[in-house]
T-cell receptor, first 116, second 107 residues
């Protein structure tokens, strides 16, 4: 199956700053997704990263706060903008549609973000 | 060795059947998640467990911390339950996912 390299694995950031998280897939994939897991909560889909067009955001998430890029079929970034302590979460990317022999979904290892 | 093992990998059932998906893990964890991923790719978080049992509608999730095992049950299965079910475990600063169970429920 495809392998995703997600960076950074963790970061501690000052409020008001922005952090960009990267996901690099070792093969072309059709779809990439970004998730957030707030402390004590389950994963929540932020958006679907579309190659060559604007990301599709879920209810409660907006582009100004979480701009996403997908310049090609193997790479995507999520930026957490103007951070506040409430943004402290694990952010996770996933990808599918790479033609693997299993169910075809793979995940990044996650980025643990702490905003102070 | 995968730290999170799910079984079965694929499961086909007839509508109305009782479904069980299993997840075993090899490390002490802080929480275990069951996720549902539909063909469109989006993931829905079904449960987060750290002990005991949770129920939501026709879905029941149990965890045995001592045995490092969790099960997801679906009662009265329906074709709309067809999806990939993913077990994910968290410990310390890491999260690990099972390979998923592809469930197909036939009418």
């Amino acid at each position: 199956s495809a392998v995703i390299s997600q960076k950074p694995s963790r970061d501690i950031c000052q409020r008001g700053t922005s952090l960009t998280i990267q996901c690099q897939v070792d093969s072309q994939v059709t779809m990439m997704f970004w998730y957030r897991q707030q402390p004590g909560q389950s994963l929540t889909l932020i958006a679907t990263a579309n190659q060559g067009s604007e990301a599709t955001y879920e209810s409660g998430f907006v582009i100004d706060k979480f701009p996403i890029s997908r310049p090609n079929l193997t790479f995507s970034t999520l930026t957490v903008s103007n951070m506040s302590p409430e943004d402290s979460s694990i952010y996770l990317c996933s990808a599918t549609g790479g033609g693997s022999t299993n169910y075809g979904y793979t995940f990044g290892s996650g980025t643990r973000l702490t905003v102070v | 060795k995968n730290e999170v093992e799910q079984s079965p990998q694929n499961l086909t059932a007839q509508e109305g059947e009782f479904i069980t998906i299993n997840c075993s893990y090899s490390v002490g964890i802080s929480a275990l998640h069951w996720l549902q991923q539909h063909p469109g790719g989006g993931i829905v978080s079904l449960f987060m467990l750290s002990s005991g049992k949770k129920k939501h509608g026709r879905l029941i999730a149990t965890i045995n911390i001592q045995e490092k095992h969790s099960s997801l049950h679906i009662t009265a299965s329906h074709p709309r339950d067809s999806a990939v079910y993913i077990c994910a475990v968290r410990w310390s600063n890491d999260m690990r996912f099972g390979a998923g169970t592809r469930l197909t429920v036939k009418p």
